[in-house]
């Protein structure tokens, strides 16, 4: 499954390279030994700058590394986290001293950041969010709850968005910090989730978390902005996940629909069995499409442009995922539910991107709002 007329030579050899090193860690991979290597080779970190270590590319980069490690059996979800919403933050809007300290690591995969915006009692409206930052002599001092909060546990630090108080109007504006995995009075618990990933979700409490004047991340007034900046990458990354997950599916169903035989032909002539695996096929294809879209527009700097490309990116390769894995248990008959065939426990995984970051139904929401221009419901 390649896109030639839309991918440049430099793009479909990265495709291969990693797809190379993704089927060489292949199912039941080992998730750290994995990223060690991924991050040795420059492919965490294509999209971060050169001058810190990174490749100097982009999503376009850096979503084909997510693609092609999940097409393999071997998805890296912290890359969705790490340096495409952290990195990309700290890269527009960190200080010097920030990139220093987090970029070349980011990048090379010795350092790993995770992200924290969920809330229990906000969930898809993060504007309800309320864990709050307040100003201290020395930084800043955090309070709040988080949950769902993916690889905690893995990360070097969380990248928190909590709310500060705007010292004229009295409202409380989003605002980005970084804070360590084992800061006094920030705790985590494990959620258990039916989920078969090397990545665990964390449910987070900030007790006066006392922060440095500079795990700020960004100008203070500029939040929002900020935060979206890290959020379109964070949906272009999740359609690759979803995408690459897909299409590990499919392959597989499409060799055993080639040599499984229960009547005269292999059951893939059965077009009852061919047709929804084309179906699933294009709809990959069509997905993967608007996700480069998506990145085309981000890496150019159109923020705006890339945002209703990537949540319609997000929207079609979450479907298009469910139903390919879907339609590639069934294809498997009994075998689609056997642990040795691997296929059964994609259908909780492959739920995860319908839901998260952002909801179907929030990006129907979205779609209907500011591209159609019809009322808004909440
Ligand atoms: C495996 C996994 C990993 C995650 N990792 C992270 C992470 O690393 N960091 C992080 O911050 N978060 C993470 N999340 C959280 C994820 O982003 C949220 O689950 C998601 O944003 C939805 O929020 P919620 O679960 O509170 O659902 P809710 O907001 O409670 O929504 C429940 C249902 O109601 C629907 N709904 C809500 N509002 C509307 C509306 N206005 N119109 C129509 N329908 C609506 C939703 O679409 C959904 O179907 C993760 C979640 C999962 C499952």
């Known amino acids: ?52 270590g990174g490749g100097g590319g982009g999503m376009a980069e850096l979503s084909i590394v997510l693609e092609e490690a999940g097409a393999a059996g071997a998805p890296l ?46 969930g898809s409206n993060s504007h309800r969010i309320t864990t709050t930052a307040t100003r201290t002599e020395a930084g800043w001092v955090l309070n709040g709850r988080k949950v769902f909060v993916s690889g905690v ?32 009075g920030f705790g985590r618990r494990h959620i258990e989730m039916e989920l078969d ?45 979803a995408i690459g997950m897909g299409r590990y599916a499919l392959a597989k169903a499409v060799d055993y629909a080639r040599e499984r035989q229960v009547w005269k032909t292999p059951i893939g002539a059965h077009q009852a069995i061919a047709h929804p695996l084309a179906q699933a096929h294009i709809e990959l294809e069509l997905a993967r499409l608007m996700m480069q879209k998506a990145a085309h527009l981000y890496d150019a700097g159109d923020d705006i442009g890339a945002g209703e490309a990537a949540n319609m990116a997000k929207y079609a390769a979450a479907e298009a995922c469910v139903k390919a894995v879907d339609q590639s248990v069934h ?48």
Request: aromatic share 6%; hydrophobic share 45%; with cysteine.
């Open 153 to 184: 546990d893995i990360a070097d630090a969380t990248l928190i968005v909590g709310r500060a108080s705007d010292a004229r109007t009295g409202n409380l504006k989003p605002c980005l910090f970084v804070v360590p995995r084992d800061a006094p």
């Open 197 to 241: 990933a090397h990545e665990k979700q964390f449910e987070l409490t900030l007790d006066d978390v006392h922060l440095p004047a500079d795990a700020l991340v960004g100008d203070e007034d500029a939040g929002l902005l900020q935060l979206f900046a890290g959020l379109n990458p964070e949906r272009i990354m999740t359609a690759a996940f």
């Open 77 to 122: 979800l912290m890359m969705v986290v790490s340096p495409a919403i952290c990195g990309t933050v700290i890269a527009r809007f960190g200080t010097d001293e920030q990139k220093a300290a987090w970029l070349p690591g980011l990048a090379d995969g010795s350092r790993t950041m995770a992200f924290g915006i969920t809330e229990p009692d906000a």
């Open 331 to 378: 294809t498997l008959g009994g075998n689609g539910l056997t642990r040795e065939f691997g296929l059964a426990r994609l259908v909780t995984a492959s739920r995860v991107a319908r839901i998260a970051p952002v909801s179907r139904e929030m990006i129907l929401n979205y779609v209907s709002h500011q591209s159609l221009g019809l009322p808004k419901s909440y």
């Open 1 to 52: 499954m390649t896109g030639t007329v839309v991918e440049s030579p430099e793009h479909t050899a990265l495709r291969s390279a990693v797809s190379a090193l993704g089927r060489r860690h292949g199912p039941g991979f080992d998730r750290a030994a994995l990223w060690a290597e991924a991050g040795k080779l420059g492919y965490l970190g294509v999209n971060l700058p050169e001058e810190y």
